[in-house]
Structure formats: C-alpha cells, structure tokens
C-alpha cells in the first residue's frame, strides 16, 4: 500500500513540473525582427516554424511570412542565450524551394551549420509503471496520455557551397561527405572531447573547429 501511496505522489509531482514546462516556439520572447524591405520591429516574438511565421506584440499582434522577414532574433530565456533565425530557401516538402526558418548555430567561410526544431514524442525509457525516470530535463515535457513525453528534437542542415544539404545524423556522412578533406583531424578531436556527431552542442563545436582547421590551412 505504501509503495503504491509512494508511486502516486511521483506520478503528481512528475506531472505539475511537466505541465510548467513549456518548449521555446510555444512562449513569447523578447526579440527583433528584420523585414526584407529593411523595416525592423522590435518587441515580444514568437514564433513558429511549422507554419515559417513570426508574431510581434505590441499594441497589436502583427503576423510575418517568411517570404518577408530577412532573419529575425529573440532573446531565449527558455535555454538562454541569443538565438538567430535566417529565412533561406529551400525545398521542405517539394521540389520547390520556398523561404523558410533556418536556425544559425555557427557560421564559416567553408561550412555552415544550421538547424530546425521540432516537438517530438519519445516513448523510450519507461519501466513497468509507464513512467519515466524522475529527473526532469528542460527538453522534455508534459506527457501526453498513451504517448510518452513530448521533447525537443532537431534536424541539422549544413550550408556549403551555397547550397543547404540535410544532415543525415550519420557519423560517416559527417566525416565522409562534408569534412573529409579533415577527416583525421576531425576523428581525432571527436574523440578527445568525447564529442557526439548527432547532438546539438557536441555538432556545434564539431563544425567551428572544422572551419578553424581550413581557417589555418
């Protein structure tokens, strides 16, 4: 009886701080954003990159396409930090490229590394009860019933060449397709810092150090 008393109370606290969590495109920001036409606003941002729209509060809720904003920047209190969104085009859905919402994690004259996020369901992990481990990380969020935990994921686009190519995850195609001119180097600084090839932070770090070796080449 206590132990099932116990798995309750776990369960209730698991959910109030899962429902407090909030992902960064569903909360406003403070932020700017820049219009092709060379007009900027400034003020509360949110935005979403399913539809490649951005809204800015002030007296009123303006709404801008991609097809008219340049790049537009908030100020992230969800992760922290200042965060940039260019508008590129590029083919999503069809053979057709249109201008969407690309994230800047790090910029070179040889390659650039890009990013859009997503809200992702994850059902690994659970135990017997259907939960998942009580440590709370700010990627995760509310569980959503019969379906495990909603979390932020990323899909990583390198710009080279200037054309946009969709990163695969793939370690191989990493250091095979975009850095195998450095490919050595590149295996060797992954492994010292134990650095992994499909994480945001760890790719980052990837990327500008490989743009430092062609810098010094």
């Known amino acids: 009886m206590k132990k099932s008393v116990n798995i309750l109370v776990l369960l209730l606290l698991l959910s109030s701080v899962a429902l407090a969590q909030e992902f960064p495109s569903q909360v406003w920001h403070q932020g700017k954003v820049f219009l092709s036409s060379g007009q900027m606003y400034e003020g509360k941002v949110k935005y979403d990159l399913d539809a490649n729209i951005v809204l800015v509060q002030g007296n009123t809720v303006e709404t801008f396409s991609s097809a008219s904003i340049k790049y537009f920047e908030i100020f992230d ?59 709370m990380n700010p990627m995760w969020g509310m569980p959503m019933a019969g379906r495990g935990f909603s979390r932020l994921d990323f899909n990583f686009y390198f710009l080279q060449d200037q054309k946009i190519f969709k990163y695969n995850q793939k370690k191989s195609v990493l250091l095979k397709e975009f850095m195998d001119d450095k490919s050595s180097e590149m295996k060797l600084y992954m492994r010292k810092n134990k650095l992994s090839h499909d994480k945001r932070g760890d790719l980052l770090r990837i990327t500008a150090y490989y743009n430092q070796l062609k810098s010094n080449s």
């Open 77 to 135: 209190e969800v992760y922290g930090g200042i965060r940039t969104f260019y508008s590129l085009p590029y083919a999503l859905n069809s053979d057709y490229k249109t201008p969407i919402f690309f994230e800047l994690l790090t910029e070179g004259e040889d390659i650039t590394l890009l990013c859009r996020e997503f809200i992702a369901t994850d059902n690994r992990g659970y135990n017997s009860y259907g939960m998942r481990s009580m440590y």
